[in-house]
């Protein structure tokens, strides 16, 4: 038991010395802070998007008035300027009074219906799409990003984890360590142990940066703790199945549709569909760190951790194999 | 004599990427995501009756409904998730490639054993260039022929692979400059997928055109942004002025900033240091 100790943090402790001799440590915390930083500062900005109506200069003030309550409106100089803008890609739509006194709504054909709904009401001072309306509720698009991006901080640890294994069996080693005393299990304990804690470490300091003071930190460990088995899971899939930094950035790539598009797809309206989503870990994983937001017990994140559990089991098979084949 | 020597780099660089399961897994997944868009996206137009409900109520009451670009409106969700599906790959994802082949053959001191070859960074540089291109070539037509373009003329399938090569080459130079000074892919990965993340803030701002605005303007300058909206313009309904022309002028200086900048960081940095 003591040796196998000695074994495990011997190993922990030469992946630290590597990680922060290549300064991966370094790039790891910067990356995910900064990118927890820009969600502080941008997604409120996303959130507070406001309707834009381009409304062309001698509108009635009483239109206007009811297009502000709406939205924010931008007065345009005359009618070539009001088509132009309408052209823009951001589904501004225009308002303008013709020489025959009739209020003309100006469209580019492309908006959604419910852009064009809810202009046609501001315009006629029904119920505004903003407060007090009675449309379809906003999605909430802070906590959506904020889950994403917390989720990733945690899940991206695992590709140090895997491009380590990599490294090393390109490196000669794992040739080297497979003629010392050192067990595959206690190998493996030491680089689930150090991705892990970095991983939780940093899901609980980006979601601090993020959010601040108010951040329920206690809730979003847990959270971050039911997805520790998808980041050992990534850096499984990469150490096992790449024999080279080309094959681990293949494994990755591949790795990546389901990392990235189940959490995405979880957000959407499925419908009787949703049941799909059951055995995808990831979705469980960002739906624990949505909820654990939102100030809720982040249960999901314990079936992601179920989920992604048999496919570490099989993984830690596979890279057994691979590490006695290579050796 | 340099055609020779950037013919030999080029078919070695394939090989390696081929070797890697590159090309396999890059088209795989072109075919998974062009297969899903083709079966779960909608290839039928939603919301027409709606829009028109909505028109008839407004002139009901005396108002005037004028639409400016009226073809706009023919653009199915199938048709626009196309080019997103190809600018993921190619730009997002593409930005990692150029990095990794020059971090692998740093590990394999390959490049120690072309420092000493007559070939120089110029040659390097484009080789890898040029691989990432037939990748993302390859890629691109697989996703068209999953999911052909209704009514898009040769012409504008030209220019859709005129839009990829651009977008590509920038991507790949732009790889190659942040990866030079990295030691491996380990620390190279962390900064590669801040910068993927940012180029990949394109995608709302795709999917919601309102999201580049109120502060989030900067996202109009980004290569991915500009290509996003250059693709939807020529599988699109077109009319759109001033989308190619913008496309065109930032992936131009990109294009030739990243190569300035991997030219150089290639030739004063990564060769000296393996010398």
């Known amino acids: 038991m003591r040796r196998a100790w000695a074994a495990i943090s011997a190993i922990a402790s030469k992946d630290l010395k590597v990680a922060r001799r290549d300064q991966v440590t370094t790039y790891v915390l910067a990356g995910s802070l900064l990118l927890a930083g820009a969600a502080r500062l941008f997604l409120p900005l996303v959130e507070g998007t406001q309707p834009r109506f381009a409304v062309l200069e001698g509108a009635p003030a009483a239109l206007i008035e009811r297009l502000e309550a709406a939205g924010r409106v931008e007065l345009c100089a005359d009618e070539a300027a009001l088509r132009a803008r309408v052209l823009e890609q951001d589904d501004a739509p225009g308002l303008m009074v013709d020489e025959h006194g009739a209020l003309a709504l100006l469209l580019e054909g492309d908006e959604a219906p419910a852009v064009v709904a809810s202009t046609m009401a501001a315009a006629r001072s029904e119920a505004a799409t903003q407060?007090?309306?009675?449309?379809?509720?906003?999605?909430?698009?802070?906590?959506?990003?904020?889950?994403?991006?917390?989720?990733?901080?945690?899940?991206?640890?695992?590709?140090?984890?895997?491009?380590?294994?990599?490294?090393?069996?390109?490196?000669?080693?794992?040739?080297?360590?497979?003629?010392?005393?050192?067990?595959?299990?206690?190998?493996?304990?030491?680089?689930?142990?150090?991705?892990?804690?970095?991983?939780?470490?940093?899901?609980?300091?980006?979601?601090?940066?993020?959010?601040?003071?108010?951040?329920?930190?206690?809730?979003?460990?847990?959270?971050?703790?039911?997805?520790?088995?998808?980041?050992?899971?990534?850096?499984?899939?990469?150490?096992a199945a790449a024999s080279n930094q080309l094959a681990a950035m293949a494994a990755m790539k591949g790795l990546m549709l389901v990392l990235v598009s189940a959490p995405v797809v979880g957000f959407m309206d499925l419908g009787g569909w949703a049941w799909l989503l059951t055995p995808f870990a990831p979705h469980w994983g960002v739906q624990g760190m949505f909820a654990a937001l939102n100030g809720q017990a982040p249960w999901a994140a314990l079936w992601a951790a179920l989920w992604a559990a048999p496919w570490v089991a099989g993984l830690l098979l596979l890279l057994r194999r691979r590490v006695t084949a290579a050796t | 004599m340099r055609a020779a020597a950037l013919w030999s780099l080029l078919w070695l660089d394939l090989r390696l990427a081929w070797r890697g399961r590159l090309f396999a897994v890059t088209l795989a997944l072109g075919a998974v995501m062009a297969g899903a868009v083709r079966i779960f996206a909608p290839a039928e137009l939603g919301g027409a009756h709606e829009l028109e409900e909505l028109a008839a109520a407004w002139a009901a009451e005396g108002g005037r409904l004028t639409t400016l670009r009226p073809q706009?409106?023919?653009?199915?969700?199938?048709?626009?998730?196309?080019?997103?599906?190809?600018?993921?790959?190619?730009?997002?994802?593409?930005?990692?490639?150029?990095?990794?082949?020059?971090?692998?053959?740093?590990?394999?001191?390959?490049?120690?054993?072309?420092?000493?070859?007559?070939?120089?960074?110029?040659?390097?540089?484009?080789?890898?260039?040029?691989?990432?291109?037939?990748?993302?070539?390859?890629?691109?037509?697989?996703?068209?022929?999953?999911?052909?373009?209704?009514?898009?003329?040769?012409?504008?399938?030209?220019?859709?692979?005129?839009?990829?090569?651009?977008?590509?080459?920038?991507?790949?130079?732009?790889?190659?400059?942040?990866?030079?000074?990295?030691?491996?892919l380990s620390s190279f990965f962390y900064p590669a997928a801040v910068a993927s993340m940012v180029l990949s803030a394109a995608v709302p701002a795709y999917v919601a055109p309102a999201f580049a605005t109120e502060g989030m303007s900067w996202i109009r300058a980004l290569p991915t942004y500009q290509a996003f909206f250059a693709l939807c313009e020529l599988l699109g309904p077109g009319g759109r002025a001033g989308v190619l022309p913008g496309f065109l002028w930032i992936s131009g200086v990109g294009l030739v900033i990243t190569a300035a900048l991997a030219w150089w960081l290639t030739a004063r940095r990564v060769m000296q240091e393996v010398a």
């Not at chain 2, 199938?78 to 593409?94: F, H, K, S």
Request: proline residues 5%.
């Open chain 2, 72 to 184: 706009a409106q023919a653009m199915t969700l199938q048709a626009r998730l196309v080019p997103a599906v190809i600018c993921l790959d190619v730009l997002v994802v593409g930005f990692f490639f150029g990095g990794v082949m020059l971090l692998q053959e740093k590990a394999l001191r390959t490049l120690a054993a072309y420092r000493v070859s007559p070939g120089g960074a110029g040659l390097y540089v484009t080789s890898k260039v040029l691989v990432n291109l037939l990748m993302a070539l390859l890629y691109t037509a697989l996703v068209l022929v999953i999911v052909p373009p209704a009514g898009a003329s040769i012409g504008a399938i030209a220019g859709v692979m005129g839009v990829v090569s651009l977008g590509s080459a920038t991507c790949t130079l732009g790889g190659i400059a942040l990866a030079a000074p990295f030691r491996g």
């Open chain 1, 131 to 239: 407060g007090g309306g009675d449309g379809p509720p906003r999605p909430p698009i802070r906590a959506i990003g904020l889950s994403l991006l917390l989720y990733a901080a945690v899940v991206l640890v695992g590709s140090a984890m895997g491009l380590g294994i990599v490294e090393e069996r390109e490196s000669g080693a794992m040739s080297a360590m497979s003629v010392t005393p050192l067990r595959f299990r206690e190998y493996v304990i030491a680089k689930l142990a150090v991705s892990g804690a970095l991983a939780m470490t940093l899901g609980v300091a980006a979601a601090w940066v993020a959010i601040g003071a108010a951040a329920p930190l206690g809730s979003i460990a847990l959270a971050a703790l039911g997805i520790v088995p998808i980041t050992w899971l990534f850096g499984l899939v990469i150490g």
